[in-house]
C-alpha cells in the first residue's frame, strides 16, 4: 500500500513569489490536513479538507490556502511568500474525519524563502 | 499559555534503561492523546494513542493518562539507541485537529 505522497520535496523561491504544495493520499484515505513545521513553533495546523470541503482552518493568514479534488488529492497554496514561511510543510491524512488523531504523514516539502 | 508542552531535551538514557517521556495540556476538555515519533530528517509516526485514565501498555511502550493532573507520559523500556527521535505529544477533543507539543528529543546512548 502506497503511502503519503507530497511533491515537490525541496523547493526554493525568492519573496513575493507564490508556490503550490501537492499531496496524495493513501488510497481509501479521504481526510488530508496540512501542517507547517519549524524549529521555533513545532507543528502547526493549516487546515484540513474531507471529501473535498473544508473541515477545519488553523491560524494563519488568507496567504494560504488549499483545496482537495474528488480524487482525495489535495493542494496547498501560499502566495506572496514571505521569509518566515521557509519551513517543511507536511500533509497527514487518515481514513475517515472527526476525533481521529491517526494521521499518516508524508515525508513533507521543504519550502526555502530566500 | 501553550496548549500543550513538552520539555525539549535532550533526555539522556542509558541503553536497557527506561525512557520516561512527559506532555502537559491546558484544555481540560480534551478526549484523545496521542504520541508521534519523529526521526531526525522524516516525518512523524503514530506509536501510541489513550483516551482513557490509566495505562495502555503496546509491546515496550506504556501511554500513561491522568486526565485530573491533565498529564499525559509514554514510558520506552528496555530503550535501544534506535529509538533516539524526537517524541511529539498531541492532543484533540470533538472534530477539532490535533494540537502538538513541540516535542522532546530522546538520545540513547549505547
Known amino acids: 500500500k502506497a503511502g503519503v505522497t507530497q511533491t515537490p520535496r525541496y523547493l526554493i523561491k525568492t519573496r513575493g513569489q507564490q508556490v503550490t504544495l501537492s499531496c496524495s493520499p493513501i488510497?481509501?484515505?479521504?481526510?488530508v490536513s496540512w501542517y507547517q513545521q519549524t524549529p521555533g513553533q513545532g507543528l502547526q495546523f493549516l487546515f484540513e479538507?474531507?471529501?473535498?470541503?473544508?473541515?477545519n482552518k488553523g491560524n494563519f493568514p488568507g496567504r494560504f490556502s488549499g483545496r482537495q479534488f474528488s480524487n482525495s488529492r489535495s493542494e496547498m497554496n501560499v502566495s506572496t511568500l514571505e521569509l518566515g514561511d521557509s519551513a517543511l510543510y507536511l500533509c497527514?491524512?487518515?481514513?475517515?474525519?472527526?476525533?481521529?488523531?491517526?494521521?499518516?504523514f508524508g515525508e513533507g516539502s521543504r519550502l526555502t524563502v530566500l | 499559555q501553550k496548549e500543550v508542552e513538552q520539555n525539549s531535551g535532550p533526555l539522556s538514557v542509558p541503553e536497557g534503561a527506561i525512557a520516561s517521556l512527559n506532555c502537559t495540556y491546558s484544555?481540560?476538555?480534551?478526549?484523545?492523546f496521542f504520541w508521534y515519533r519523529q526521526y531526525s530528517g522524516k516525518s512523524p509516526e503514530l506509536i501510541m494513542f489513550?483516551?482513557?485514565?490509566g495505562d495502555k501498555e503496546d509491546g515496550r511502550f506504556t501511554a500513561q493518562l491522568n486526565k485530573a493532573s491533565q498529564y499525559v507520559s509514554l514510558l520506552i523500556r528496555d530503550s535501544q539507541p534506535s529509538d533516539s527521535a524526537t517524541y511529539l505529544c498531541?492532543?484533540?477533543?470533538?472534530?477539532?485537529?490535533?494540537?502538538f507539543g513541540k516535542g522532546t528529543r530522546l538520545s540513547v546512548i549505547a
Open positions: 498531541a492532543v484533540n477533543k470533538g472534530n477539532t485537529p490535533l494540537v
Open positions: 484544555d481540560r476538555g480534551s478526549q484523545s
Open positions: 479538507y474531507f471529501s473535498e470541503t473544508q473541515r
Open positions: 497527514a491524512t487518515s481514513a475517515r474525519w472527526g476525533n481521529t488523531g491517526e494521521l499518516f
Open positions: 489513550i483516551y482513557s485514565n
Open positions: 488510497s481509501g484515505h479521504r481526510s
